[in-house]
């Protein structure tokens, strides 16, 4: 990523075609691509901000990755779990 400005990225969640049903017709998951996203890098306790190095990496893996989740709120959760920031926006 090199030296993006980590407070401007925006979300887009492009929501595949990809939808997982179960055996009696029923929606199980949905499968998102992250394509941007804005994460909020700082820790309440004393707004000491990640450093950017280990921004680059959490974006990194996250961008691209194809995510299930229920919706779009349950993807935040997941999200925000598997990482430990919160997520500023998501589109």
């Known amino acids: ?3 993006k400005d980590h407070w401007h990225k925006v979300a ?3 929501l595949m075609a990809l ?5 009696r017709g029923h929606l199980l998951l949905m499968q998102f691509q992250v394509t941007e996203i804005e994460f909020d890098f700082t820790d309440d306790l004393d707004d000491v901000a990640l450093d950017v190095e280990s921004q680059d990496e959490i974006y990194d893996e996250v961008l691209g990755q194809i995510w299930e989740a ?3 709120e349950d993807l935040v959760e997941e ?3 598997a990482y430990g920031w919160c997520i500023k926006f998501i589109d």
């Open 1 to 3: 990523m090199g030296q």
């Open 12 to 14: 887009d969640l492009v």
């Open 19 to 23: 939808v997982s049903y179960g055996g």
């Open 70 to 72: 229920d919706d779009e």
């Open 79 to 81: 999200i925000t779990c």
